[in-house]
């Protein structure tokens, strides 16, 4: 079996328990936007109320890592959106700090979901802080990092068909 050595949006950094990606996009909570998020190194983010909840501390890939000063979190540039005094994001700095405190519950035998509640796969295995989950074509290890508790259950950022060509192609690659 091929590890993926890739971060998954969502997934945790540093310095921080465990947190994945809200269940739903935090964009979709924030109110609309009219410009596009200028999502840079140094950016004050707030929530939908205009409450602070923390500051940029890097960009890349499409992922942004958002500290709250007392946990930061991996977050996709996709969920904050562009608003009057700056960037927003749908989740309170209580709550970020809440989800990033409280791990997920992984076992074997959990569903594991994508972030709209699709079907990925099941855990087959939890070693170390590695987590085995078969999908219907193949089997992924990925760090406990890449998972979230869902309302449902276990959430991950990818959908199976995306974990899946992830899978395939880091097999073609050799790693």
């Known amino acids: 079996m091929k590890y993926?050595?890739?971060a998954l949006a969502g997934s945790a950094i540093v310095a921080a328990p465990a947190f994945a990606q809200?269940?739903?996009?935090?964009?979709?909570?924030a109110p609309a936007a009219a410009a596009?998020?200028?999502?840079t190194v140094g950016a004050a983010v707030s929530d939908a109320t205009g409450a602070p909840v923390g500051t940029i501390e890097s960009v890349s890939g499409g992922n942004a890592v958002l500290s709250t000063g007392k946990v930061k979190a991996q977050i996709p540039v996709s969920s904050f959106a562009q608003g009057p005094n700056g960037l927003l994001v749908g989740i309170s700095k209580a709550d970020l700090?809440?989800?990033?405190?409280?791990?997920?519950?992984?076992?074997v035998g959990a569903a594991v979901s994508d972030q709209?509640?699709?079907a990925v796969g099941k855990v087959t295995a939890v070693e170390g802080?590695?987590?085995?989950?078969?999908?219907?074509?193949?089997?992924?290890k990925l760090p406990k990092s890449a998972f979230a508790q869902g309302p449902t259950g276990l959430v991950i950022?990818?959908?199976a068909d995306q974990l899946e060509a992830a899978a395939a192609q880091a097999k073609g690659s050799g790693k």
């Open 129 to 140: 802080d590695f987590v085995t989950v078969a999908t219907a074509k193949t089997q992924v």
């Open 36 to 39: 596009t998020p200028n999502v």
């Open 116 to 118: 709209k509640g699709g």
């Open 97 to 107: 700090e809440a989800k990033a405190a409280t791990p997920p519950q992984i076992a």
């Open 4 to 6: 993926l050595a890739f």
């Open 157 to 159: 950022a990818l959908t």
């Open 22 to 29: 809200a269940t739903q996009p935090a964009a979709q909570s």
